[in-house]
């Protein structure tokens, strides 16, 4: 059973406008939440994490934001570039037994046009 | 400082042949991890190793196994490959303050 998902494969997005990228998670233990980018033939690459004492983390031009009662988070890109095209990969930290595994979600192709 | 360095980019093999995927990270971390990447299925991993010495399977561990050789290298073995583990691989390791887990840039893996 799937413990992070990311519902959309992909999204296409103007550039210039904000990205919005969804991920759901079902376990309620989980408290960091990372967020990977990859583009093709590289391995991925860290982006942006946040701890569930927060609610949103800034990093320049990206912004995640957590709903622990939802059990929900999302990564605002603003303004998206074409260089940002790639695939996003949201992953949560285990708990217990795997502690510092990450559980990541079958990830979001973003495209943005020129 | 090259990170976390994986050999070889690209193979085939054939059915039930066998082979050794390396990395080595040279960021002094504990923690290393193999995944496997399938088009629509995201990373899965495979098994990691805590620490030097140790190693533990993860959600997908059947026809594999690793050595965690030193602190720098943790090698992944197919024994008689198949088929099905036709896969980009990845190799990473983790920042044990930030829990940041850094990728090698993978080893894309054709089993004919």
């Known amino acids: 059973d799937q413990q992070v998902k990311q519902n959309s494969p992909s999204l296409s997005v103007q550039e210039g406008r904000i990205s919005i990228l969804n991920c759901d998670y079902t376990?309620?233990?989980?408290?960091?939440f990372l967020w990977y980018k990859k583009y093709p033939a590289e391995g991925p690459t860290f982006l942006i994490s946040?701890?569930?004492?927060?609610d949103k983390n800034e990093d320049g031009r990206f912004t995640v934001f957590l709903n622990k009662s939802a059990k929900h988070l999302s990564l605002h890109i603003v303004p998206s570039q074409p260089g940002d095209s790639a695939v996003y990969f949201c992953a949560a930290l285990g708990y217990g037994g795997s502690q510092g595994n990450l559980i990541f979600g079958k990830g979001t192709k973003l495209s943005v046009k020129p | 400082n090259a990170g976390v360095t994986q050999t070889p980019k690209f193979q085939v093999l054939k059915t039930g042949q066998s082979m050794t995927l390396q990395c080595a990270q040279d960021m002094n971390h504990n923690s290393m991890y193999w995944y496997r990447q399938d088009p629509g299925m995201g990373l899965r991993l495979i098994y990691y190793?805590?620490?030097?010495?140790?190693?533990d399977k993860g959600e997908v561990p059947n026809g594999y196994n690793v050595s965690r050789l030193n602190k720098r290298e943790f090698s992944l073995r197919l024994e008689s490959a198949a088929p099905s583990q036709t896969s980009v691989y990845f190799c990473a390791s983790r920042d044990r303050v930030t829990y940041e887990q850094y990728f090698g840039p993978g080893t894309r893996l054709t089993v004919t």
């Open positions: 946040i701890s569930s004492i927060k």
């Open positions: 190793s805590a620490s030097e010495g140790t190693t």
């Open positions: 376990n309620s233990m989980f408290d960091y």
